[in-house]
């Protein structure tokens, strides 16, 4: 069943539920039990809200349902986030929505003409001309946001196109990188690597800039790490694919160990990270115990947010630490505090470092 199939499946029963409004409430709960009665034969699949969330952009790209614009309109956690609420568009179409049913495409376009609705169709009209004024003959594979500008003029219309299900009929078909002689180009990572004596020791990421510096300058002479990496905050899920090399270049082991903040932003950054880990083959990232066991030990702040009241979204992001630091970051998070990573830098480095030393000259 193709793509557009399965979620017109959904699309029907989304209409169900509505029972002719344009507007329709929902809960990840709701959504689970509708994904459910559409697919009883995948009922209670591990991944049915990544499934859902899939079939809802793939409606949303068809332009067949709206979904929330803002933050505001979303449930955040567990990831993938859902919406509060689906919209359902005025049935009436313009000729103009259906020019791709007549429209000349290419080989590699073709399919387009058999779908009920485009999205993008300048954007995939501008592709279909660099195709054949000589794109689909070049042997150079540039980064997307080049091919983009030289193809529409705008660095980022390919951004949304190369996301867009719809334009991906089936794997590795459609409108995709190795069409576009295209590479996605990852935030890069800056690192220092450990030096000598620290081959076969983990990689440690750490979440802020600041932090960076002084673990950075402290491993120098601890030499506990292969490589102190800069995390760039919540960019860090984007850059994952980067720990390949800086792996490789320090002779690191195949262990990722991370520390940042203890607030839902900072424990939310790993756990997304983890997923593009697994999909990229890499060492998930694992929080690094003796940092947050320290920072546990100071008082917490109120955050400038509003409590974590979600006890899934809670459950899902402090699972990612050791048992024995979870109901404390439970109670955190619930209270709408929060401890920044800061508190655990150069003087409490300094002192262990000193430690250290002291027990090696006793031994």
């Given at each position: 069943?193709?793509?557009?199939?399965?979620?017109?499946?959904?699309?029907?029963?989304?209409?169900?539920?509505?029972?002719?409004?344009?507007?329709?409430?929902?809960?990840?709960?709701?959504?689970?039990?509708?994904?459910?009665?559409?697919?009883?034969?995948?009922?209670?699949?591990?991944?049915?809200?990544?499934?859902?969330?899939?079939?809802?952009?793939?409606?949303?790209?068809?332009?067949?349902?709206?979904?929330?614009?803002?933050?505001?309109?979303?449930?955040?956690?567990?990831?993938?986030?859902?919406?509060?609420?689906?919209?359902?568009?005025?049935?009436?179409?313009?000729?103009?929505?259906?020019?791709?049913?007549?429209?000349?495409?290419?080989?590699?376009?073709?399919?387009?003409?058999?779908?009920?609705?485009?999205?993008?169709?300048?954007?995939?009209?501008?592709?279909?001309?660099?195709?054949?004024?000589?794109?689909?003959?070049?042997?150079?594979?540039?980064?997307?946001?080049?091919?983009?500008?030289?193809?529409?003029?705008?660095?980022?219309?390919?951004?949304?196109?190369?996301?867009?299900?719809?334009?991906?009929?089936?794997?590795?078909?459609?409108?995709?990188?190795?069409?576009?002689?295209?590479?996605?180009?990852?935030?890069?990572?800056?690192?220092?690597?450990?030096?000598?004596?620290?081959?076969?020791?983990?990689?440690?990421?750490?979440?802020?800039?600041?932090?960076?510096?002084?673990?950075a300058n402290w491993n120098r002479t601890a030499r506990r790490y292969a490589a102190v990496v800069y995390g760039n905050g919540s960019y860090f899920a984007a850059s994952v694919p980067h720990l390949r090399s800086i792996i490789a270049k320090s002779r690191a082991a195949q262990e990722v160990r991370y520390f940042g903040d203890l607030d839902e932003a900072g424990l939310s950054i790993p756990v997304w990270a983890t997923e593009v880990a697994w999909e990229e083959d890499l060492p998930p990232p694992q929080p690094e115990e003796w940092l947050y066991t320290e920072l546990l030990k100071?008082?917490?702040?109120?955050?400038?947010?509003?409590?974590?009241?979600?006890?899934?979204?809670?459950?899902?992001?402090?699972?990612?630490?050791?048992?024995?630091?979870?109901?404390?970051?439970?109670?955190?998070?619930?209270?709408?505090?929060?401890?920044?990573?800061?508190?655990?830098?150069?003087?409490?480095?300094?002192?262990?470092?000193?430690?250290?030393?002291?027990?090696?000259?006793?031994?």
């Amino acid at each position: 069943m193709s793509d557009w199939k399965v979620a017109a499946r959904f699309l029907e029963q989304l209409k169900r539920r509505s029972k002719g409004r344009r507007k329709l409430l929902c809960s990840p709960e709701n959504l689970l039990a509708w994904y459910d009665t559409a697919f009883p034969t995948e009922s209670g699949c591990q991944d049915a809200r990544s499934r859902i969330r899939r079939l809802l952009d793939t409606l949303a790209e068809t332009g067949a349902i709206a979904l929330p614009k803002g933050d505001a309109g979303w449930l955040p956690f567990p990831p993938p986030k859902l919406p509060n609420w689906i919209k359902f568009p005025a049935p009436a179409r313009s000729a103009k929505d259906q020019r791709h049913k007549t429209y000349p495409w290419g080989p590699e376009l073709s399919f387009l003409a058999s779908l009920p609705s485009v999205p993008h169709l300048d954007v995939l009209v501008a592709i279909n001309t660099w195709l054949r004024d000589g794109g689909r003959d070049t042997d150079i594979i540039v980064p997307l946001r080049e091919r983009s500008i030289q193809i529409t003029h705008d660095e980022k219309a390919l951004d949304a196109v190369i996301r867009c299900q719809t334009l991906q009929p089936q794997p590795g078909k459609g409108v995709t990188l190795g069409l576009l002689k295209s590479y996605r180009a990852p935030p890069p990572l800056a690192y220092e690597c450990g030096g000598e004596g620290t081959e076969g020791r983990p990689v440690l990421v750490i979440e802020n800039a600041h932090t960076w510096y002084s673990f950075a300058n402290w491993n120098r002479t601890a030499r506990r790490y292969a490589a102190v990496v800069y995390g760039n905050g919540s960019y860090f899920a984007a850059s994952v694919p980067h720990l390949r090399s800086i792996i490789a270049k320090s002779r690191a082991a195949q262990e990722v160990r991370y520390f940042g903040d203890l607030d839902e932003a900072g424990l939310s950054i790993p756990v997304w990270a983890t997923e593009v880990a697994w999909e990229e083959d890499l060492p998930p990232p694992q929080p690094e115990e003796w940092l947050y066991t320290e920072l546990l030990k100071y008082p917490s702040q109120k955050n400038t947010g509003k409590p974590c009241d979600d006890e899934t979204s809670v459950t899902s992001l402090v699972a990612w630490l050791p048992e024995h630091l979870r109901n404390p970051v439970r109670t955190i998070l619930g209270r709408g505090e929060r401890i920044a990573q800061e508190r655990v830098g150069t003087s409490f480095l300094a002192a262990e470092h000193a430690q250290e030393d002291e027990t090696a000259r006793r031994s």
